[in-house]
């Protein structure tokens, strides 16, 4: 499965902001974007007007880069939120965020999606109490999402909650921290998604 295996600290360099891609490090000091918030590269502290077209491909390469999704896949992605009735901007974003990696993400199973999407790699998540090893698995509403019971006591689970603790779930899943578990209530609105993407920008941008 291809992936993107290089220095993901550039990538939000890359954008200007912080994509929150390493998890707990992006909240501290050492975090690339503190010492140095320039794009990467001998030109990156030139500023220039980007044209709509560069505007448009920033916010597609941030989405990917938040999500860590390649353009083939996000492509495909764009084709079935564009089938889907509604908003297809908001399908978009639906889609990203009811993918099993970033559900275990935003329950708290892992420090970032790229730790999440190891450990449902791993075997070691459940959805209604079935294995499911497949990153891009989308869930639905009803469905049981849990650590598998087997793989509870690990210690990776203990350093991670002790991580991930304090931080909020979204208002369309339901946390169980004690019992590793979480349900998906409802599907995501736009409103409950707090990722800094202006996806009207990638619909226009492939639209073309």
């Keep these: 499965m291809a992936r993107y295996i290089g220095p993901v600290c550039r990538l939000c360099r890359r954008e200007g902001e912080k994509l929150f891609i390493k998890g707990e490090r992006c909240m501290k ?3 690339a974007m503190n010492k140095r918030p320039v794009a990467p590269g001998q030109h990156g502290t030139s ?5 709509e077209y560069g505007q448009q491909l920033r916010e597609k390469q941030k989405a990917k ?4 999704v390649l353009e083939s896949q996000f492509h495909k992605y764009y084709e079935q939120a564009d089938r889907i009735p509604g908003i ?10 009811m993918r099993l990696d970033n ?4 329950l708290g199973f892992g420090r970032s999606r790229t730790e999440a999407r190891q450990v449902v790699r791993h075997n070691l998540i459940t959805v209604n109490g079935k294995r499911v090893n497949i990153p891009s698995y989308q869930v639905k509403v009803g469905d ?3 650590v598998a019971e087997k793989s509870k006591n690990l210690t990776r689970f203990k350093d991670i909650l002790d991580v991930s ?7 369309w899943l339901t946390a169980d921290p004690d019992n590793l578990r979480g349900t998906v209530s409802s ?3 736009r409103e409950q998604v707090m990722i800094p993407v202006r996806e009207t920008l990638i619909i226009e941008l492939y639209s073309k």
């Design 29 to 31: 000091q050492s975090c």
């Design 47 to 51: 500023r220039r007007k980007l044209s």
């Design 65 to 68: 880069r938040i999500y860590g």
């Design 88 to 97: 297809t901007g908001e399908n978009l974003i639906r889609l990203l965020e």
């Design 103 to 106: 559900v275990a993400y935003r």
């Design 144 to 146: 049981v999402i849990q």
């Design 165 to 171: 603790v304090g931080r909020s779930v979204p208002e």
């Design 187 to 189: 599907k995501p609105t």
